[in-house]
């Protein structure tokens, strides 16, 4: 789904939601509440957020990965596999299984690690520590309480904050913040100079971890490229200004839901606006994982990476784990 305008500065509609916020508001305190938190028998670090929608989760367990897989540790990515028709514990594998069983971001998140997927968050976590996994990285959950998370992290959008403040319905609050906050162990703030300014005039309260998501260097060159950027993501409009940051040409735009499937028609109309346009074709690393291998090289991707202002931080916490 596409994040609704008003859940940015509120408005009346905000309003007239507000009751059923206070329901959505109950029943995750009553889960969080009552969750049993099973212990794992490895480390289970949680990559989470408070609010709806792209905040940087996926690039962040990256990040994590890559600094368990320094040190040595066999980590393995978990997901529910949101978008994915599979529902027991399964092992991704982006030979054999499409975005429609497992969903984009194990498929995507499957070229870093072993990734499983699961609707039950114990059972796909044993089945990842059977086979192997000394470390478990889960991609969100921080809402989720059936298990104990031995270090959670939580990622926000230094551009839009927590938006109007508000929780879903009314806004895009998952949670209030005060109390997401207190579960955190770390947390990290994600955007450029000027969203990391804006971000710490109004919150000045909360210390977070800087970090931003940078080019992968790949040799592209995207200055004066003309190009019809789509994506189905959490917040469109931040990959559309970070690919027009690189130099792009930007002809056109299309955005989709989060993890909307590329329908046969959708990617006919796609190419006719490019080729109308004489552009092309660029999306979302998770965007292309969605994308049928025949209409992959009509599409360039614009790899993006998780850079943090203070890397030390997040590996001391992660040693701290195995001590």
């Not at 000394?134 to 989720?144: K, P």
């Not at 690189?246 to 989060?258: C, K, L, S, Y």
């Not at 046969?264 to 994308?291: G, H, N």
Request: hydrophobic share 45%.
């Amino acid at each position: 789904m596409k994040a609704p305008k008003f859940w940015a500065q509120g408005g009346l509609l905000a309003l007239v939601l507000a009751p059923l916020s206070w329901i959505w508001r109950f029943e995750t305190s009553r889960r969080l509440r009552n969750g049993r938190r099973e212990k794992l028998a490895v480390p289970a670090i949680c990559i989470g957020n408070l609010t709806a929608g792209g905040t940087g989760k996926t690039p962040t367990a990256i990040a994590v990965m890559e600094l368990l897989q320094s040190r040595g540790t066999v980590g393995n990515f978990i997901s529910r596999g949101y978008g994915g028709s599979n529902r027991t514990p399964l092992q991704v594998d982006p030979a054999r299984h499409k975005a429609a069983q497992v969903g984009d971001e194990p498929l995507f998140l499957a070229a870093f690690a072993p990734t499983w997927v699961g609707r039950d968050r114990a059972a796909t976590a044993k089945a990842a520590i059977a086979a192997g996994a000394q470390a478990l990285i889960f991609d969100d959950g921080f809402q989720n309480a059936s298990l104990h998370y031995d270090l959670s992290i939580l990622t926000i959008d230094a551009e839009s904050g927590f938006g109007s403040g508000r929780i879903i319905p009314a806004g895009p609050l998952r949670e209030p913040i005060v109390q997401g906050l207190q579960r955190a162990d770390l947390t990290v703030s994600i955007g450029d100079a000027d969203a990391q300014a804006k971000f710490s005039a109004n919150w000045p309260e909360i210390e977070t971890l800087r970090a931003a998501l940078n080019p992968l260097k790949t040799g592209m060159d995207w200055h004066g490229l003309r190009v019809l950027a789509f994506a189905g993501i959490g917040r469109p409009a931040k990959f559309f200004a970070t690919l027009k940051s690189f130099g792009a040409e930007i002809v056109a735009t299309r955005e989709f839901g989060d993890h909307a499937p590329y329908t046969p028609q959708i990617l006919k109309r796609l190419a006719a606006d490019a080729r109308a346009l004489k552009a092309q074709l660029v999306t979302t690393e998770k965007d292309a994982a969605r994308l049928p291998t025949s209409f992959l090289p009509k599409v360039l991707t614009l790899p993006v990476r998780l850079v943090l202002s203070d890397e030390s931080r997040l590996a001391a916490a992660i040693e701290r784990l195995f001590h």
